[in-house]
């Protein structure tokens, strides 16, 4: 068996070739198109259109003047399609691959952005993952487009080779945090910003210190994107308190053809999802962290992003 491979026989059928392994390094992101097919998205699309409030997981992320997204967040992995999608061989050999290690999952989330909805400033992934204990930038995250997302409902948008930038200090934004908005200026003025326009079942590999965001839906369309972020068996947090949820649990891996062979209990209901955050009851603290020393973005500040 490879060192890199989890310890399974299952492999996936659609590796990664070496052109997209090579870009990712360059770029700090691939897409790879069609990584999904329709048929696989649509259980999951037809389940949020009939409950938008996701069985009422969603933490509302509340960036000030009328900016807010919606976001569920899940680190268990069971037999729900939400479970069983991020031990998929497509993703975990492809994040091994680009991290050169096992992985185990970190966790999942899904962002469902109505009109006039899902702001989310320019960040890192590791702005937080490194508060929460992980002393290396060694985790990935695959972002899958559920529905059409262009730049007019507010597509993800990532800085092309941000990832060698290392880690920018984040601050206080409204409810949450982003990244230092005077540093993310100089860095959206000198280096390439890529506005991710995808299909359905299109998805974006990213690296943790790739600095990403997004616009409010400006369109009377629905923008629906799950990422399910990995991390790399040697990296597992080193603050344990508070970090249960992202400790290490193995990671059963499950074949490329699950989501076809209907191989899950539900699509959400059976899911356990991290409890909602709100700023009286903050839960695990994952999006929503009020008890920071770290100083809070100004007006002025703010306003250079805008
Ligand atoms: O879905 C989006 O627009 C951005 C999501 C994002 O940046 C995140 O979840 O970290």
Redesign the pocket.
Known sequence: MSPLTSETNIRTERPLTQEQIAQYHEDGFIIVRNFFELEEIEPLMKACTADPDVAGSQTVMDYGKNRT?K?SVWSELGDSYLGVLPRMARIVDAVEILLGEKCYHWHS?L?L?QPNE?Y?PW?Q?YGTWYEDGCLFPHLI?C?IALQKTNREN???KVVKKSHLLGRIDNVIIGGTTGGDPTRVKLIVDKLEVVYCEMEPGDAIFLHSNNL???ETNRSQRN?S?L?TTHNALSNQPEIHEGQEHHRYRPLIKMPDSTIKDGNYTSIFDTQKFLSKETKDDPGSGLMVRFDRTMREATEEEVALLE
Do not use: A, D
Request: glycine share 24%.
């Open positions: 997204t976001v989330k962002v952005k899902g989310i960040h992934g995250t972002g507010g597509c993800l990403h965001g997004s923008r994107m990422y």
